[in-house]
T-cell receptor, first 111, second 113 residues
Framework: DQQVKQNSPSLSVQEGRISILNCDYT??????FLWYKKYPAEGPTFLIS?????DKNEDGRFTVFLNKSAKHLSLHIVPSQPGDSAVYFC??????????FGTGTSLTVIP | EAGVAQSPRYKIIEKRQSVAFWCNPI?????LYWYQQILGQGPKLLIQ????????DSQLPKDRFSAERLKGVDSTLKIQPAKLEDSAVYLC???????????FGDGTRLSIL
């Protein structure tokens, strides 16, 4: 049973425009959410996180939004750059400190 | 700081053989994780250590997988005997605590023939 879902396997965006990656979850007990970025043949790299007590967290070009009532979070990248092309994983932590990952969204930023 | 080190990077074995992976976490990180990532899926937690104690191994197939973290630093993950469905990338990650983001190694890609 997939508790964290990323329903878009891929996304293409023009350089300079906004990239919006989406993630849905089913467990209302998740208290911490993260986004990871992964290049081919490398491990995932932590990008940004948000606690369940917040609805927005911003770090430079990256902003994560959390909508607890909809059990939905999104990652906004503005402006998108070619170097942002990678697979992005959404992850969530439950109260037992176990992390659950989505299946990833492959982002391509077109120059 | 040096990242999480894993070896080998690639391993090809035949089914029913055994294989072992090694992980050296970031210095000072008490929490260590092993994940299995099958092609097209997200990482799935196999086992989590806090220092040298197991915190969660509920998804570890214990009839064939084993892991240890002696002295609370390096860790090894073993599969014996391997099955075709074990073909995956095995990722090791570490963090200061279970409340903080994890730092991942580059993984070991295992192919079972």
């Amino acid at each position: 049973d997939q508790q964290v879902k990323q329903n878009s396997p891929s996304l293409s965006v023009q350089e300079g425009r906004i990239s919006i990656l989406n993630c849905d979850y089913t467990n209302s007990m998740f208290d911490y959410f993260l986004w990871y970025k992964k290049y081919p043949a490398e491990g995932p790299t932590f990008l940004i996180s948000i606690s369940s007590i917040k609805d927005k967290n911003e770090d430079g070009r990256f902003t994560v939004f959390l909508n607890k009532s909809a059990k939905h979070l999104s990652l906004h990248i503005v402006p998108s750059q070619p170097g942002d092309s990678a697979v992005y994983f959404c992850a969530a932590r439950d109260t037992g400190n176990q992390f659950y990952f989505g299946t990833g969204t492959s982002l391509t930023v077109i120059p | 700081e040096a990242g999480v080190a894993q070896s080998p990077r690639y391993k090809i074995i035949e089914k029913r053989q055994s294989v072992a992976f090694w992980c050296n976490p970031i210095s000072g990180h008490a929490t260590l994780y092993w994940y299995q990532q099958i092609l097209g899926q997200g990482p799935k937690l196999l086992i989590q250590f806090q220092n040298n104690g197991v915190v969660d191994d509920s998804q570890l197939p214990k009839d064939r997988f084993s892991a240890e973290r002696l002295k609370g630093v390096d860790s090894t993950l073993k599969i014996q005997p391997a099955k075709l469905e074990d073909s995956a990338v095995y990722l090791c990650a570490s963090s200061h605590s279970g409340y903080q983001p994890q730092h991942f190694g580059d993984g070991t890609r295992l192919s079972i023939l």
